[in-house]
C-alpha cells in the first residue's frame, strides 16, 4: 500500500539529529523507546553516508531493521512516520502477500516498482508546484484566445488602431476572467479521450514487461483521440491548466531524479514477515514460506530491478521488516536473510498506561478525533480523567481476556463506547455531552464482564 507523502527537501533532514528524530517520533507514537533509537541512528547513517566521498558511500550498506513485537503496539506506525519526517519514498508491503517465482502470486520486485512509482509521483508533484504559476499564465492566455479570437484586421499593418483595441479588449476580458464574471459562460475545447484498448495478458508473463512492450511497439495506440466537448469557463481553465502542466514538466528528467532518490532514500516496510519464517519439526523447503525468503533475499542484499523507468538499484534502500513471531522466531528465517536485518528490536506490549497516554498525548490521538468529529454536529464532546482510565482500563481487560491486539482495541473499545451519541448526535438537543467514568462503566461493563459477548463485540 503505497503512501504518498509531501515534497522532500535535503535541508530538513540533514538538520535533525536522533534525539531531535525520536522527539518527533513522540508525537504520533507512545513508547517503544528502543525501536525509536534504531530507527533514528538509520535515518541518521543516511544523511552520514551522503556527505562521504561517492567511493566510500558506494560500501556502506544500510542497516537494516528487525522489529519484533505483537500486533497493534506501533511498529507500521513508527515506520509510516519516520518516512513521513524524512520525506522519503516509502512503501509499505505484507510478505505474507508474495510467493515463490512460478507460483500464484505478486513477484516480490513489484515492491521497488511500487516504489518507483511512488517516487515518480513526489517528484512530478514537486515539479507541478515551480510551473503552477506559469501554466495559470498559459492557460488564461489559451482561454483568452478562445474567449476573443484574433481578427484579420488584428494583423493588417495599415490600421494600427485595431492591434490597440484588440489588446483593451482582450485585458477587459481578463479582468472579467479573474473577477469571476465569466464563470457562467460556455466555451468549446478540443479534449483528448482516455480511452484505453483493452487486451489480454498472456498467463506466466510480467504486467510490468507488457505494459512497457507495448506502449514501445504501438505508441498511437495510447495516445486518445480527441473530441470537442463544451464546458463552463472555470472548469475550461481547470482543464487548460492541467494541459500546460504536463507541457511543462519533462517526464525523462522526472524519471531519472525518481530513480535516484529511490535507490538513495528509499524506504521499504516488509510486514508479516514471521508469516513466511519456517515452523520447526517442518520437512522440506516449503513453496510459501522459504521460497519467498529466498526470493525477498536479493532484493535486500542488492540488485537491480528492472521497472518502466529504468533499471533500479536496491543496494542503499532501508529495509524495516516486522513481524509478531508468536508462533515462529527470528532464527526460523533462513541465515542468509537473518544476516541482512542486524539490527534486532524489541517492542514492547502495552498496558493500561500507554493507553491513557494514547488516548490524549498524540497529535491526533483518539479522544480529539472523535471530539473534532462530533464538532461537526455542534455537539461539544468531552472526557473527564475518570472516563480515560475507565476505557483504558476495559481495553487492557478484554485483551487480556481475549486476543492481545494492542492499541487497535482502543478503536473497537471507542466505537462501542460513542454508538449512541453518534447514532443519535445530529437529533440532540442537549449539544454538551460530558463521558464520565459512570457513561463508560453503563456502555461497557456488561459487555466486559461477559466473555463470550466481548469476544464478539469487542
Given at each position: 500500500m503505497p503512501i504518498y507523502l509531501p515534497e522532500a527537501t535535503k535541508t530538513s533532514?540533514?538538520?535533525l539529529t536522533p534525539r531531535q528524530i525520536v522527539a518527533a517520533l513522540d508525537k504520533y507514537v507512545i513508547g517503544q523507546g528502543a525501536a525509536k533509537r534504531a530507527v533514528a541512528i538509520a535515518l541518521r547513517n543516511r544523511t552520514r553516508r551522503q556527505k562521504l566521498a561517492p567511493e566510500l558511500a558506494e560500501e556502506i550498506a544500510p542497516k537494516n531493521i528487525l522489529m519484533i513485537g505483537p500486533t497493534g503496539v506501533g511498529k507500521t506506525e513508527i515506520a509510516r512516520r519516520l518516512a513521513r519526517l524524512a520525506q522519503s519514498p516509502f512503501v509499505k508491503v505484507e510478505a505474507s502477500k508474495f510467493t515463490e517465482v512460478g507460483y500464484v502470486g505478486r513477484d516480490v520486485e513489484s515492491m521497488v516498482r511500487d516504489l518507483v512509482e511512488l517516487g515518480v509521483d513526489m517528484v512530478r508533484g514537486e515539479r507541478l508546484e515551480e510551473v503552477r504559476s506559469k501554466a495559470a499564465q498559459n492557460a488564461e492566455e489559451r482561454l483568452l484566445d478562445i474567449l476573443l479570437p484574433p481578427t484579420r484586421a488584428a494583423t493588417?499593418?495599415?490600421?494600427?488602431?485595431?492591434?490597440d483595441q484588440q489588446n483593451q479588449t482582450r485585458e477587459r476580458f481578463r479582468e472579467q476572467l479573474r473577477g469571476g464574471r465569466l464563470d457562467s459562460r460556455m466555451v468549446e475545447l478540443e479534449v483528448r479521450e482516455k480511452g484505453f484498448p483493452s487486451f489480454e495478458i498472456i498467463a506466466g508473463s510480467s504486467v510490468e514487461e507488457v505494459d512497457i512492450n507495448l506502449k514501445d511497439m504501438l505508441p498511437g495506440l495510447f495516445q486518445g483521440k480527441t473530441k470537442k466537448r463544451k464546458m463552463k469557463v472555470p472548469e475550461a481553465l481547470q482543464y487548460l491548466g492541467q494541459e500546460e502542466e504536463q507541457k511543462l514538466i519533462d517526464m525523462d528528467s522526472v524519471a531519472r531524479t525518481a530513480v535516484e532518490r529511490v535507490e538513495q532514500a528509499g524506504i521499504i516496510f516488509i510486514d508479516e514477515i514471521d508469516k513466511i519464517a519456517g515452523r520447526e519439526g517442518g520437512h522440506g523447503p516449503d513453496v510459501s514460506r522459504e521460497g519467498v525468503q529466498r526470493d525477498i533475499l536479493p532484493i535486500v542484499e542488492g540488485t537491480t530491478v528492472n521497472s518502466k523507468y529504468g533499471m533500479v538499484r536496491t543496494d542503499h534502500i532501508l529495509f524495516i521488516a516486522a513481524g509478531a513471531f508468536h508462533v515462529s522466531k527470528p532464527s526460523d528465517l533462513i541465515p542468509e536473510l537473518q544476516g541482512r536485518f542486524p539490527i534486532r528490536v524489541e517492542l514492547d506490549a502495552l498496558g493500561k498506561d500507554e493507553f491513557v497516554r494514547i488516548l490524549t498525548e498524540p497529535r491526533s490521538a483518539l479522544v480529539k478525533q472523535y471530539m473534532a468529529l462530533m464538532e461537526t454536529e455542534g455537539?461539544?464532546?468531552?472526557?473527564?480523567?475518570?472516563?480515560i482510565h475507565r476505557i483504558a482500563d476495559?481495553?487492557?481487560i478484554v485483551n487480556e481476556r481475549t486476543e492481545n491486539i494492542g492499541a487497535r482495541r482502543l478503536h473497537t473499545v471507542m466505537e462501542k463506547l460513542l454508538d449512541e451519541i453518534s447514532f443519535e448526535g445530529p437529533d440532540l438537543r442537549d449539544k454538551r455531552v460530558i463521558i464520565d467514568d459512570a457513561y463508560v462503566t453503563r456502555m461497557l461493563a456488561d459487555i466486559v464482564k461477559n466473555d463470550d459477548l466481548s469476544r464478539y463485540i469487542l
Open positions: 533532514t540533514e538538520a493588417d499593418q495599415d490600421l494600427p488602431s485595431v492591434p455537539i461539544e464532546l468531552s472526557f473527564t480523567d475518570d472516563a476495559f481495553a487492557t
